[in-house]
């Protein structure tokens, strides 16, 4: 006898079984008992619609058991709205969930689910990401629901009392080649959409921040597309760090930097004068066949939409 079956709680349910095809199955699968048994009488509450605390109880005991279990994380957000539970009582549950279960898809929905319906960012809340990215610092669930959390709650870089800044910081500190860093201090600067033209100061700050990231790691490609990104939304163009990029490579040939090379190829190229073509033809080759020749094709192509003779 299961621990429902047993249980007067639920003596007034008719639990629902699995039906994988008849009593014969082809291929039924090999659950436990005890997984059978809740899924059971989730079906039969599911059935009769009830919303109630044993119900979440029950999605409680189903989500331990089997945490990618879409349907049950929906039964339980319809059901913690319909009896108007407390949603930061349900953030502590999940926060405990989140942590066994680190790149768990349908965790994260749920906790946007709930969050989704609370005013204002619980002052824990930013705390509890940073113990997940501890201990993946690339974890992607996490980061997604950070930058939903950035702009549900105008956490943008400018904004009053936003730490995401400092954040970012604090993390490439740890590790300079943290792509998922890069990435979010660049949405928090330049992602809000009531931003319509981003101050040159800003722009200006960010592009010092990358050059002093590609100073101390010259072969960090993260930094040089923050910079590309950058120059992009400052609309200066590429030229003003044209000496900044050849501060990577010498008269003699050597280079310190491929991404530098690229960063010079690329602007010489959009130049568009034939002196300037050839140089960046010049890069995309040494690119070609000595620094970067994994990728020779790559480059190659580049070269030809030079559109100079010898490409």
Known sequence: MGKYEKSRDWNDIVPIPQDDG??????????????????????????????????????????????????????????????????????????????????????????????????????????????????????YHVWSYRQWLVAQFSLWSESPGSTELEFTESLLR???RNNSAWNHRYYVVFGNPEQQQIPAEICEREIEFAKSKIYMAPQNQSAWNYLKGVIRKSEKGMEPLEKFAEGFTND??????????????????????????????KA????????????????????RLLGTRKA
């Open 22 to 139: 008849g009593p014969n199955p082809l291929a039924a699968i090999a659950y436990t008992a005890e997984y059978s048994e809740a899924m059971s009488y989730l079906r039969a509450v599911m059935a009769a619609d009830e919303k109630s605390e044993r119900v979440l109880a029950l999605t409680e005991h189903v989500i331990t058991m089997n945490p990618a279990h879409y349907t049950v994380w929906l039964y339980r957000a319809d059901t913690l709205r319909a009896l108007k539970s407390d949603p930061k009582q349900e953030l502590e549950w999940l926060n405990k969930i989140s942590l066994k279960h680190l790149k768990n898809y349908q965790i994260w929905h749920h906790r946007n689910t709930i969050m989704s319906q609370i005013d204002t960012l619980p002052p824990k809340e930013l705390s509890f990401l940073n113990r997940m990215l501890a201990k993946d610092a690339k974890n």
């Open 284 to 303: 995309l080759s040494l690119l070609a066949e000595k620094y970067d020749p994994v990728r020779k094709n790559y480059w190659d192509y580049r070269k």
């Open 252 to 281: 003699n040939g050597e280079v310190r930097s491929s991404h530098a090379l690229d960063f010079l190829a690329e602007m010489w190229a959009q130049a568009g004068t034939e002196e300037k073509k050839a140089k960046a033809e």
């Open 174 to 176: 740890a590790d300079i």
